[in-house]
């Protein structure tokens, strides 16, 4: 299974975090697929990049983002966006 997930990057206390798609079985910081953004929660607000659509193509294949990333794809409007071009009799 794909997974969309968040890896670490930077040093201790600094982090940071890219988006990318990865197989579920590799670990968290481990191979990847394909990068497709960052977030960094140390900003005021907390920047969000996602490559929209690199992820509408990703979850299109079936990709499932995790929770934190869900969130994300959510504020930034990316799920609502998939939800109606699967389902275009609902416009």
């Known amino acids: ?3 969309i997930r968040l890896r670490q990057v930077g040093s201790k206390k600094q982090l940071s975090y890219r988006v ?3 197989d579920a ?3 968290r910081d481990g191979k990847f697929i394909e ?3 960052h977030y960094n929660p140390r900003t005021d607000p907390p920047t ?3 490559d929209e659509e690199r ?3 990703w979850l299109s294949q079936g990709a499932q983002p ?3 990333v869900r969130f994300m794809l959510e504020r930034l ?3 609502d966006k998939l939800a109606v071009s699967a389902n275009p009799s609902n416009s």
């Open 1 to 3: 299974m794909v997974k």
């Open 25 to 27: 079985r590799s670990p």
């Open 66 to 68: 995790t929770d934190p």
């Open 20 to 22: 990318v798609v990865a």
């Open 55 to 57: 992820a509408r193509y």
């Open 48 to 50: 969000v990049q996602i």
């Open 35 to 37: 990068n497709i953004g």
């Open 77 to 79: 409007g990316i799920l």
